[in-house]
């Protein structure tokens, strides 16, 4: 068993969105469709204001709140992975758990829809995987994970066993990993600089660890 957790550094942050388009291309998902998003926010006062980004996705929680009000079982959470699925055969489309998620990161698909008259070349290699009138979410890119552990490979290390959003990252703020193991690479880095999750108030116990911006002085010591 292991919990994979993912680690988001805003301090690296740059706000590009590659994150969002790889998980759309990857995913084959059409419009409507988002299991990730960057919020941005403005920080500080006149004139000393900056721009911060922070990457939103479901976060995958050990105690999640989804999967006690689905009345059909569909949202449930891989204990050998520490991952939240959605069961697209048992969803019937009732919202409850888009309801009861605190962090809104869950998308209902209406209906089959596209940008264009027809899905794009990349669109119809997935598409039909997206059931109409069921909810959809980040789930870590679990397929992946599971193909690459049947290949002996390591999630967060091996690329063919890593989520596509990780991979894509061009300024390196997104790791993935098992916090269960003390030698990974997710490990490391929260023992090193700490990190916060969203809404600890909640008891959910987030999959998804944020690591704070740097004073000066902090920065030049790594």
Sequence with gaps: MARYVMVVDLEKCTGCQT???????????????????VVEK?????????????????????????????????????????????DK???????YC?????????????????????????????????????????DF???????GLKKALTPGVDPDATPMCVLSCIADALHFGDIDDPESNVSKIIEARGGFRLLPEMETDPSIYYLPKRTGNEADKS
């Design 42 to 86: 403005e920080e500080g006062e006149y004139p000393n204001v900056r721009r911060a980004y922070i990457p939103k996705r479901c976060m995958n929680c050990k105690d999640p709140q989804c999967t006690k009000v689905c009345p059909t079982g569909a949202t449930k959470r891989d204990d050998e992975k520490s991952v939240v699925t959605v």
């Design 141 to 147: 890119c679990i397929s992946r994970i599971d193909s």
């Design 19 to 37: 994150c969002v388009v790889a998980c759309k291309m990857w995913n084959g998902l059409g419009p409507g469709i988002q299991r990730v998003t």
């Design 89 to 95: 055969d048992k969803c019937m489309g009732c919202r």
């Design 98 to 138: 888009m309801m009861a998620c605190p962090y809104n990161a869950r998308t209902f698909y209406k209906h089959e829809q596209w940008y264009h008259e027809e899905p794009s070349a990349w669109e119809k290699k997935r598409y039909k995987e997206h059931t109409e009138g069921v909810v959809d979410k980040c």
